[in-house]
């Protein structure tokens, strides 16, 4: 039958796509970290103590005329003269971290710098089999080593990510009465010049204020510039608690936005190749991955420089993305207050844009963002009444097959007549054997005098597959579903159906809706096919999340139920 044909080729097609996409999971190109610095700094500048005991002290600082117009490297023994009157402490011991506790996040800042160097999110646990490990966004050591850091460059004295900091408490902690926590450091190496960095965290906020506030007691005029930088090693494939690998495909690396130019995106390998370098207000930079991400953002009204920066301490390179701010002066007896901000959470679509302009661009939903974007849109709503991702879906489902009831309702209406066509195109098959010219004229000829339309069934199959290629995006790109559950035996829809149920109810569909379907006229090559096309897409989908065959047994149900209405209708009354 003609209009198979198309059918069983976008079948394929898909089917094809989706095992493609598992394959790449396995076998498709790993990153391959780069052995080249573009900051080599002599060993002989390392500090005993620190975490890589050959890192030298100076070589992720940022130049001191970063915050000029025109971002320039600066050579490291300028950099290591003009702050050696800052103690080069090492990170601290394990023990020795500053632990801050919200609601949503349990930070460890390092008192070296004031680095943090732990990041737990509180409603994210790695894993449903073990909720109380949590997922933590940054690690100070080894393969998946990720910290942000900050602090102030001046050729005076100003503390910056390797000096130590002093604080009153080493535990802090955000109680139900109080709506922000404050956790100050103190910094003064006897020169006058007096810094106090203070964290700001709010209730139910993944945004971490940070500021500088310092104070002039020297006995001239202190010029400097605030600096803030992720630094990480090229991050290992992990499984974020999705299917096997779920952000196999998700972007992973490095962002800047700005106003003109919108996210401009690099990936770890070109920071070597193409170092970044550009001056705007009303930005951020971000280190983004699969569900979550980290970001500086600066005041919006401030024209920072950002910059990358690969940085190789022990042969093994590390990313770094930072932003500086203008010099400013604080005249003698006087104070001025740096101030940035630190994101560390998940991509919440529906808050981020609140946090800062543009950082909804670190959701990225790849080629089908234009169907993406409006289906989770479309999701979310639903979920706000209904309260659970599963049925959401399934509304979602329901929703679209009402969207496209008269196209699919053709399609039935032609596809029920074809049926009724088999036994006059089995006397055609008959009369003109192996001639399949005169087969397919006459074929054409009786669809013409029928009005078949035998293209009806294709334009439905179209419509679903960009749907259905858009919702897989959603379900291992959107946080807020990452490990939701349903109902029954399905606690993660963004994991593979456990029992394989769902995916041997859509075969059952499959199989029942073929019976509905005018085989006659086909060769027996296309009808194996077509006979095959249940078994494969069941293997295929008992691996995929099952939220997303949630929503194709659900397509696949309504669709008999439609078809198999419409055929006994058209059936009964003769038309």
């Given at each position: ?21 598992e ?21 002989t500048?390392a ?27 600066a ?93 009153s ?13 404050r ?178 661009y ?5 080629i ?19 309260n ?13 097959k009402?969207?496209?009831f ?31 010219q ?10 013409k005098t ?56 859509n075969?059952?569909f ?28 069941s ?29 006994r ?7």
């Amino acid at each position: 039958m003609a209009n198979l044909r198309p059918m069983l080729l976008i079948g394929l097609i898909v089917l094809s796509y989706m095992i493609w996409i598992e394959w790449q999971k396995d076998y498709g190109p790993q990153p391959t970290p780069a052995t080249t610095s573009t900051n080599p700094v002599p060993d002989t500048l390392a500090v005993p103590g620190s975490v890589d005991n050959s890192a030298p002290a100076n070589g992720d600082l940022p130049a001191l005329d970063a915050g000029s117009a025109t971002v320039k490297q600066a050579d490291t023994q300028q950099q290591a003269s003009a702050h050696d009157t800052q103690p080069q402490a090492a990170l601290s011991s394990d023990g020795e971290l500053l632990i801050v506790t919200t609601d949503v996040l349990k930070v460890g800042i390092d008192l070296t710098g004031g680095t943090v160097v732990s990041a737990k999110l509180l409603n994210y646990p790695v894993d449903l089999k073990v909720p109380e490990i949590k997922v933590d966004l940054f690690s100070r050591s080894g393969p998946d080593m990720f910290i942000a850091q900050s602090g102030l460059l001046s050729r005076a004295a100003a503390p910056n990510h390797t000096s130590t900091y002093r604080s009153s408490s080493m535990r802090y902690t955000l109680n139900q009465n109080m709506d922000e926590l404050r956790v100050p450091l103190t910094w003064d190496d006897g020169s006058g010049i007096l810094v106090t960095k203070t964290f700001i965290f709010k209730r139910g906020h993944y945004d971490i204020s940070v500021r500088h506030t310092l104070t002039n007691d020297s006995n001239e005029t202190w010029s400097g510039s605030r600096y803030d930088q992720l630094q990480r090693s090229i991050p290992p494939n992990q499984d974020d608690g999705g299917y096997t690998n779920p952000g196999r495909y998700s972007f992973v690396g490095i962002g800047f936005y700005s106003p003109d130019e919108k996210l401009e995106k690099i990936k770890f390998d070109k920071v070597a190749s193409t170092p970044y370098q550009r001056s705007f207000s009303g930005g951020w930079l971000a280190m983004v991955q699969h569900y979550f991400f980290a970001a500086w953002i600066p005041p919006a009204e401030q024209t920072d420089s950002y910059s990358t920066q690969v940085y190789s301490p022990t042969g093994f390179p590390r990313y770094i993305a930072r932003a500086v701010s203008p010099p400013v002066d604080v005249s003698v007896g006087s104070s001025h207050e740096f101030e940035s901000r630190l994101y560390v959470g998940p991509k919440l679509q529906d808050k981020l844009e609140d946090v800062a302009p543009g950082l909804g661009y670190t959701v990225t939903y790849g080629i089908f963002t234009i169907f993406s974007k409006p289906i989770y849109w479309l999701l979310s709503k639903i979920h706000a009444v209904v309260n659970n991702w599963g049925w959401a879906i399934l509304l979602l489902t329901v929703f679209i097959k009402l969207a496209f009831f008269k196209l699919t309702e053709a399609q039935y209406r032609s596809m029920a007549r074809m049926r009724k066509l088999q036994p006059r195109i089995e006397q055609l098959k008959e009369r003109y054997g192996g001639d399949r010219q005169r087969m397919s004229q006459a074929m054409m000829e009786l669809y013409k005098t029928e009005k078949v339309n035998p293209l009806g069934g294709c334009l439905p199959i179209l419509v679903q597959i960009p749907i259905f290629i858009a919702l897989y995006w959603v379900l291992i790109e959107s946080v807020e579903l990452r490990q939701a559950p349903f109902i029954l035996w399905i606690h993660n829809l963004t994991a593979r159906d456990p029992y394989f149920i769902l995916p041997v109810l859509n075969a059952s569909f499959m199989m029942m809706t073929q019976r509905l379907t005018p085989t006659a006229g086909m060769d027996p090559m296309q009808r194996k096919i077509m006979q095959f096309m249940p078994i494969g897409f069941s293997f295929l989908f008992a691996f995929f999340p099952a939220g997303l065959v949630l929503y194709w047994a659900t397509n696949a149900g309504l669709s008999l139920a439609q078809q198999w209405y419409i055929t006994r209708k058209i059936e009964a009354d003769g038309k």
